[in-house]
């Protein structure tokens, strides 16, 4: 899982969401996200304390969908799908 490294404020879905992930051993890493670079994701999540949103577009880049993962997240079972 990669959180982009911006100023944002930490609230308690990520914060949640970071604390799932380490308990389950997924890697997570934090650092610049680059619009030409959003291709090679396997999928972009928005979260906020109303909890998780899929995004499919960036500007004129579409953002790869993977059902698995939004799905994962969202039902709080927090898996989460690398890419290569």
Request: glycine share 8%; net charge neutral; aromatic share 4%.
């Amino acid at each position: 899982m990669i959180w982009p490294a911006a100023p944002r404020l930490d609230g308690i879905t990520m914060l949640v969401l970071q604390r799932e992930l380490r308990a389950r051993g997924i890697p997570q890493a934090e650092q610049a996200v680059r619009v030409q670079d959003l291709p090679s994701y396997h999928g972009m999540i928005l979260c906020n304390s109303q909890g998780l949103a899929p995004v499919g577009r960036v500007d004129d880049t579409q953002i790869r969908h993977d059902d698995a993962f939004t799905a994962a997240l969202s039902s709080g079972q927090y898996v989460v799908h690398r890419g290569a």
